[in-house]
């Protein structure tokens, strides 16, 4: 990047140039990411976690049960999270537009544009060179890797997880500055609001002390002041004593089941690296057999030989960025499967755009500079364009999936549900069936497929495979009421009764299965 682009070392930018890399920001995230403003859900976890709990989110009082409600029960196989500010987030918005998408889509892309302002201002730090953090803060403005958590409004998790951890560093950072209270005080509580967003937020203190240590050459014994770890221990604390009162607790895997998971994806690492530095190949629901390595090796050929081309001084602060990418990557493995979930990526990309930015700062200068990083910005702003279609609506959705990973029995059932929600029985039933042999343990698909064969009359296979169903996942209330239908139908009454009042057991208000065991008027 040009050097001269840099403001003078004895000046500081005046009202209008301190303003402006802001509005151009906002431009770029605009109108890479204003289309979603236009689109629907997509069919994806939207329906669990904001659909199916209308009741729930625009319940009166309802605010005050949000710190005992888990983000995911673990009743279908999944890990227990608790993210009671995704939750908060989504009741408000729900409120604000009585369920309207548009609503939900603008928080999303507003949260984006605050990430950016935040990316620009830490860049300008760790950079040490303001045009060069304007340039990098463009790309994240419009960057392929941002699509999944911006466009999908499930990826409100780490869209606010990076704005919390983002804010909480930029406090941080004041307080190393000048000193005092409040700056500390407003880290540590930001750092709780991360920790209660998602669970990545716990490497932030880890992240701070490698900033200090690569970025800033603190020795050891100077890495951080003992207030500072009295407040990270509280803002722990804080978060461990919430997460206690959930209603619903699942036990931890045992550790040697954790190094397992992780060692076993551990590609899934370089996978990330490809999707971000060559964002070519990217999927609504990555699956990593159905992901090209392609991608990741040019990354990593990058990588390594921007790293060797580095001088020592630019290499500990492009270790650092490879520590902010790895990082929350990293914590997710031991709860990670096949699939490589690109909402992930949002936070790690600061990583990257930092680990780029020890790389280019280096370069010296050249006549057409501006012209390549605005050629880049625009072919990024491109594929994002071309990549948000996916995301529009859950037919669209649908697709994406079938095409993107035709491997994954996660990607089949969902288009399958999509299929199904339209009426398109055939094209369902061939998605669930697809699942099904694909996956012997994937949740819900025979369920669904059950629900299909149960409208065609196809009622003794519709029974197989809800009681399949019902070995998989044994507290999945649904698939004992789409039992009851069936047996229902076929006129076996009694045991119809029996499957709704399992359903019953496990979801004392379950309407529907409660007005199948109402007595007849």
Known sequence: MDRTDQPSAHRAPGPKSRWAPHAALGLLAALAFGPTLLFGWSGLDDKAFILDREAFLLRDGSVLEVYRQAYTDGRQGEELYYRPLVVLSFMLDARLGRLSPAVFHATNLVLHLLAAWMVFGLLQRWLANRALALWLAAAFAVHPAATASVAWIPGRNDLLLTVFVLASWLLFTVYRRRGGKAPLIGHGLLLLLALLTKESGAMLPILLLAEARLVDRRPWRQLVERSVVIGWALAFLAWLLLRSSLDVQSPPLLPAERLREVVLHLPSLAHALGKTVVPLELAVVAHAPDTSWLPAIAALALCGLAWARMPAESRRVAAFGALVFLGPLGLTLPVSDEHILENRLYLPLVGALVFAGAALRTLRPFRFARLAAGSAIALLAVRTLSYLPSYRDPLAFAEACVTGSPSSALAQVTAGSAFLEHGDLERAERA?????????????????????????????????????????????????????????????LAEAQAAFGHAVELVPKYREALDELAPPR
């Open 432 to 492: 669930f069936r697809a699942g099904a042999a694909l996956s012997d343990s994937e949740p819900i698909v025979r369920n669904n497929l059950g629900v299909v064969l149960l409208r065609k009359g196809e009622l003794e296979e519709a029974e197989r495979m809800l009681r399949r169903e019902l070995e998989i996942n044994p507290r999945y209330e649904v698939a004992f009421y789409n039992l009851g239908l069936v047996l229902k139908a076929q006129g076996r």
